[in-house]
């Protein structure tokens, strides 16, 4: 068995390589990324057996065309008798190539499944297996969290008009960031907590969403009726659809049902911009948001199980 960094040609063939069913992308996805430079032949690597065929996949992706910033695609073809083999060193030599370009690795990776992948055996395997193979190149499991979509002609529910959404600059979101981080049920939140103050993981939240494809005029700071702060709305945008970005209610008027308020306000900003689908990610342990995208007419899509160093 060889590894090597593929051809355009081979980079597509592996698009469609054999996985383990409602696992990752389809096919059609990685040949969009493909296209948009997003994944790209030097960032990825191919595993081929002695008998020339595509056995596993490694493909790393950027939000541009630029730098990677996370593991994409990894997968071992389904019926082959050494997957996790296959899965450890698609990672050496990945880490090896990117490395050397001067990429910080391990880069992250997130598992795509069903939302069921517990009860379906052959995914509950392929879980197991690529966490044991992540865990050979730093990676662990972190967190577990669920996808919710909103589709055009979907039920929206409409936001009651009991809040005034403002625009403010960067120094008070900030101060709202560390304020939400109090009692957050968010576990990245936490897990930045344990080690940092919360001023400076409010630092790190504005900076991310700064860096997302949606516009920084789109953020607003929420207001009751009596011009008490309330929380924030964030809304934002992936690479290919509108998404709801980041919402949170303040400490002080949690309890009150304003989750659903700024959720609907960003559903009525995508809705009213003309956006055909709007994702959203939580925490699989972030109940209350959870039952509010469900209230608000999102579905829950996939699980992500999210591996990082």
């Not at 529910?157 to 009991?162: M, N, Y």
């Not at 600059?169 to 968010?186: I, P, Q």
């Amino acid at each position: 068995m060889r590894f090597e960094q593929p051809t355009v040609e081979l980079l597509l063939e592996a698009a469609h390589m054999s996985t383990v069913a409602g696992v990752g992308m389809r096919p059609a996805e990685i040949e969009r990324e493909i296209a948009s430079g997003r994944l790209q032949p030097k960032w990825s690597q191919v595993a081929i057996d002695e008998d020339e065929s595509l056995v596993g996949r490694a493909l790393w992706w950027g939000r541009d065309a630029q730098v990677p910033l996370a593991l994409d695609v990894w997968d071992a073809r389904r019926d082959h008798p050494d997957t996790e083999r296959i899965l450890i060193e698609l990672l050496e030599h990945g880490h090896a190539a990117l490395g050397s370009d001067g990429v910080d690795i391990p880069l992250p990776h997130t598992m795509r499944i069903p939302t069921t992948w517990r009860d379906i055996e052959a995914v509950h395997c392929d879980v197991a297996v690529k966490t044991n193979a992540a865990a050979a190149a730093g990676l662990v499991r972190v967190n577990e969290r669920r996808q919710f979509q909103w589709d055009q002609g979907a039920r929206a529910t409409r936001r009651a008009h009991r809040l005034r959404f403002e625009t403010a600059d960067d120094d008070a979101f900030l101060h709202l960031f560390a304020r939400a981080t109090r009692g957050s049920l968010d576990v990245m939140t936490r897990r930045e907590l344990a080690t940092a103050a919360a001023e400076t993981v409010a630092v790190d939240e504005v900076a991310y969403y700064r860096s997302c494809p949606g516009d920084r005029g789109w953020w607003r700071v929420a207001y009751d009726s009596r011009g008490n702060v309330v929380g924030m709305a964030i809304p934002s945008a992936t690479p290919t659809s509108r998404n709801i970005g980041y919402l949170a209610v303040l400490p002080e008027h949690r309890g009150h049902g304003y989750v659903d308020d700024l959720l609907a306000y960003i559903t009525d900003f995508h809705m009213g911009d003309g956006a055909s689908r709007i994702t959203a990610t939580t925490d699989a342990v972030n109940t209350p948001m959870i039952e509010a995208f469900k209230r608000a007419g999102y579905q829950c899509v996939e699980t992500r199980i999210d591996l990082e160093r």
